[in-house]
Every structure is written in C-alpha cells, then in structure tokens.
C-alpha cells in the first residue's frame, strides 16, 4: 500500500470533518473518494440512521446502491454497527470482483476505510486506528518493526523480556523463488510461510516485519523450537499437483535473553542482528546463537570501516608477494600480490579486515590500490631492466556488479603503461553463482585484453569441474585443503581428487598453480601429476617488495 498518499488523503478527511461538524458534507465524501483510489477500492457510501429501523428502511430505499450496471459482477459488503448517541451508523462498501480479487489484504483495505469514517465517532477508535497505521505492515498482514520495538520495550518494563527468545530471519533464497515462480506467487508463499509462523504462536508471543523477507519474532522460551523447527525449513503448498510445493527455509540469529541484561529494545535488536548476520555469511550455521564476543567483533569492523578512508590515503597498506615456482627446474614463474596493513606499527594480516571491507564496496577500492602499487612496482622493476615475471592481483566478487569493470581496470594497467600480459587477476567461483553470465562477460573482456584470469581457491566450498569448463579461465589455482596432508582416509580421497582435477584441469587447457604448499612430500604427488606451478610456504611466505626483487634475477630455489 502507498503508505504517504493514505495519509495525505487521510489528512484531508480528518480536516474536513473537523470543519464540518458531524455532518458528511460533499468534501467529506469526495475525501472517502480518495481515500479509496488510494486503497483501489471500488466505492465506499456511508449513511447515517437514528434508529435500526430507519436503517431498514434506507436499505431498502438504497437498493439502488447495489446496481452497479451490470448483473453479472459480484459486489460485495461490509457493515459495521456502532451505537453512538442513540443512532445506529452503518457503513457499506463494496468491491467489484474484476477490480481486484476479493482476498484477505483487500479485506484489510475495506477495513482500513471503515475505521478511518468510525475516527469521526470515536476518540478511542481513532487511537486503535493510529496503532494500526504506525504499526501494522499491510502487505504481509502481520506486525512492522516499530511496533516489535515498542513490544520488546513494554516487556523490559515489565521485567518479563527473560522469559523470551527473540529471533530475526531472513528467508533463505528468496529472490530465487520469485524468479522461478514470480512475485505474485512468491508473496502467497511467504505469506503461508508466515501464516504457518504465526499459527503456533501462543499469547505473548509475536511476529514482524521488518521490511522485504526479514522477520523478527518474540518467542517463549519453551516454544522456541517449535517455532525454529518451521523455520528450518517447510515446503509450502502451491495449490494444483503436489510437484508444486516451494521449499521455504530461513536464516536466523537467535537471543535466549538472559535475567536483566537488556536494557531497551534496540539491544535485542543489535544482537539478534549481528547473530543473523554471522548466519547469512555462514556456508554452514543456518542458526547463530547470539553471544557477547559478536558484539565485540562489530565494533572492531565499524572501526575499520570508519578508517578506512585514511588508512587508503595515507598508503597504510602494502603489497607482500609471494612467488609462484615451477615444479619443472623450481623456476621463479610469477607471484601473487597479498595485502598487508601497517598500522601503528603492526603488521594487520588480512583475515582481520578483509571481510569487512568485503560487506561494502571499499574491498574494490583497495583491490584498485592494490593493483596501481602492483603496475608501479612493475613499471619501475622494467626500467631497472629487471627480468620481471607475471603478477596476480586478487579481485573481490564485489567487481562484478561494476558494469566497466575491464575499462577501469585497464586505466590503472595503463596508466604506469606495463605490459597487460604482465597481470594476471585472481577471482573465486562458486556453484551458487546466479551472475554466472557477468562473471564470463567480465572473464571474456579480460582475456581479449591481454591480461590473464585465475580460478581462485578451487576445491573449497562448492566448486566444479563443468563450471570452470564455461568460462575462458586461464588458470586454475588448487586450494590447500584439496592437498594430500597428514595420514588416513582423506589424505587418500585428496590424492585421487588431486589427481583428476589436475588432469581435467589441464584437458581443458588452463594452467595448474597448487596452493599452501608444505612438504616435501606434496611437492612428489603435485609432480606425480603434472601440476605446473608451486606457490606456498615451502618455498616462499608473501614478502616484501624490496625483498621480492631480490628473487626476480636467476634465483635459485631448492628444498
Ligand atoms: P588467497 O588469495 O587464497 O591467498 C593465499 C593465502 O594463503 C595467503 O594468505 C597466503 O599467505 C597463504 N599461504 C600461502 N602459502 C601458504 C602455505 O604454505 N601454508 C599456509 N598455511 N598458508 C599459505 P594471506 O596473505 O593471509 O591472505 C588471505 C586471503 O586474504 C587471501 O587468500 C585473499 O583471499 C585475501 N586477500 C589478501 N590480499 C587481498 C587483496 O589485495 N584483495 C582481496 N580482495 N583479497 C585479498
Ligand atoms: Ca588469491
Ligand atoms: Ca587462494
């Protein structure tokens, strides 16, 4: 519903009752006129009687009301009695079936029309309205976030919050469920979804929304995994043949609210929130319990955050190389370009603030930076007549929604005016991608350009073999948790893996970078099956530049 155009129409009404006595002057009908376009209502009349009586007799009179010129259309009614000084008022509206159908959000809208004429008989009806504009969200029929809020709040007041488990959830996969059956069926099925929710909610407890398909629930602690149960997952019944079920499931953060340690509501909100959000990055937790140390974690990311922007300009980060040796001779082949973050005299490892830089865009602006202190480092090894050797630069996902992401990465390349063969630019794939097109359209400008694209991380999480075959990668770079270590069972499973994966790997033409390489021993199995390159401690931990150049003239390796 177009919340501001009710209230403007709203508004009008109200003031043109104030003026106008208690009498429905033409104005006043002309506001209900609005208010029902606003709620795409058919007509709305509305008639004043002193006694039943006299009602019987305008409905009879008003039999016309009903003609709407054409039989075959259904009108529908709703009536409200009220009793106020001795008179009866009732209220009609009606609703032709072709304007919209006839469902339980349409009824809210009548209903909505209705209290807004009872506001002109009741002081008390008006406030209940109000409560339910500010607190009701008319879509998806169920509570908004303020009213959670100012929820949460009456039970702090009134010592009762630790009975109670509150949860915030997202529904998992959503906006695929409206592409695969659209959005008009997508919100009948998070509406079951809810519906199913709020059917097993016992007094006290509540569901909102807090806006699209984020929820927040207040339950008892008793009922919790009732409620959590149906929250791991349902499938919802889409009417027609049973194939069309639609699986729903959620993401949760969950607060078991402990005796008095709440103190208003937007600390529930805080933790439910953070534990949600640790549940929505997760690969594996569904449901993140909250505690404390999150907190603790959020408020060092807001820090870096909020940093950041100095940090970029006043050059805190470096660039440590780590080499890439072939197996063939344990040659120097190339190396990768990891960042470092030297900040009052400490060396930030990037497990600390990559992935928060990685919630916003800011993770591109350091892969630009990264890439520039990369080109000028080239630029100067070239003058110097160094033998240089092709360096990889990472590149968050967060690139693929920058529609000239190959312009503006090209400017940087040119502009220290280095060789583009030089830059080879490492992304991770996974099987989850739905924005596989942008990720060959991006993987396609690159190579056309010159430059080089790895596979990043491969092997982790979910990765395959017949994806990597779609885009034009040129290298495939093999995680270290694919690597035989250690003895038993998976050391085995990683050896038969390793091995066919370098061979499809190479079947289809891409060069083999084996990744956090160790022993001795991994190096034999790697060369056991052809892998090209090596990049790990054994030879080499990341370094820095001054250090790196030292390995660019003939350096010999050995283990
Ligand atoms: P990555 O791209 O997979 O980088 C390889 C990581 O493995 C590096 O960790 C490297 O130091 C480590 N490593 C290399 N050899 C070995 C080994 O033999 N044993 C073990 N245990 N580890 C080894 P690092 O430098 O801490 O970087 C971690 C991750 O941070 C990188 O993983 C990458 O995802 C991200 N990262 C680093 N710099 C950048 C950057 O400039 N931009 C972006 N977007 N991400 C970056
Ligand atoms: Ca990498
Ligand atoms: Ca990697």
Known sequence: MKDKEYLIAFNKFLKSMKEKDDTLADDAYECITDLCDVMKIGRIEVSFFDTPSDEYIENNKTKVFYD??????????????NTVDDRTVVYKAWIRESEAAWDDIEKERVNIILDTLFVFNSRSRFIQLADKLLYFDYDMDTYNHKYYMRYLNKLIEKSEISQYTAIYFNLKKFSVVNQQIGRKNGTKVMHSFINTIVSELESGEILARIGGDNFTLIVKKGNQNKILNILNGIGIFMGGSDSER???????????????????????????????????????????YFDDKMLEAKKKANAISAYFPTALKNREFLVYYQPKVTLDG??????????????????????????????????????????????????????????????????????????????????????????????????????????????????????????????????????????????????????????????????????????????????????????????????????????????????????????????????????
């Open 246 to 288: 639609v699986f729903v499931s959620a993401n949760a953060g969950i607060y078991e609210i402990p005796d008095n340690s709440v103190s208003s509501a937007s600390d529930v909100m805080d933790r439910i929130s953070v534990a949600l959000h640790i549940a929505r990055q997760s690969d594996k937790l569904d449901f993140v």
């Open 68 to 81: 709407i010129g054409n039989y075959d259309e259904t009108i529908y009614i709703i009536r409200r009695n």
């Open 330 to 559: 344990y040659k120097l082949a190339g190396a990768e370009a990891l960042c470092r973050w030297k900040h009052d005299g400490q060396l930030i490892p990037p497990f600390e603030f990559i992935s928060v830089l990685e919630r916003s865009m800011d993770i591109c602006k350091l892969d630009f930076y990264m890439l520039d202190r990369v080109c000028s480092h080239l630029r100067k090894w070239l003058d110097e007549g160094k033998k240089v050797v092709r360096i990889s630069v990472n590149l968050s996902r967060r690139h693929l929604s920058d529609m000239d992401l190959t312009k503006h990465i090209l400017e940087i390349i040119d502009s220290h005016n280095v060789p583009h063969e030089l830059i080879e630019l490492e992304l991770t794939e996974t099987i989850t991608d739905y924005n596989f097109q942008k990720l060959t359209d991006t993987i396609t400008s690159l190579q056309e350009n010159g430059l080089y694209a790895s596979v990043d991380d491969f092997g982790v999480g979910y990765s395959s073999i017949n994806l990597i075959k779609e885009v034009p990668w040129n290298v495939l770079k093999i995680d270290k948790s694919l690597l035989p270590s250690g003895n038993g069972e998976d050391k085995y499973q990683n050896k038969v893996m390793l091995k066919y994966v370098v061979a499809m790997a190479q079947a289809i033409g891409l060069e083999c970078v084996a990744e956090g390489v160790e022993t001795p021993e991994q190096i034999e199995i790697l060369r056991d099956n052809c892998c090209d390159f090596v990049q790990g401690y054994i030879f080499d931990k990341p370094m820095p530049v001054e250090e790196f150049k030292k390995r660019l003239d003939n350096y010999k390796y050995t283990i």
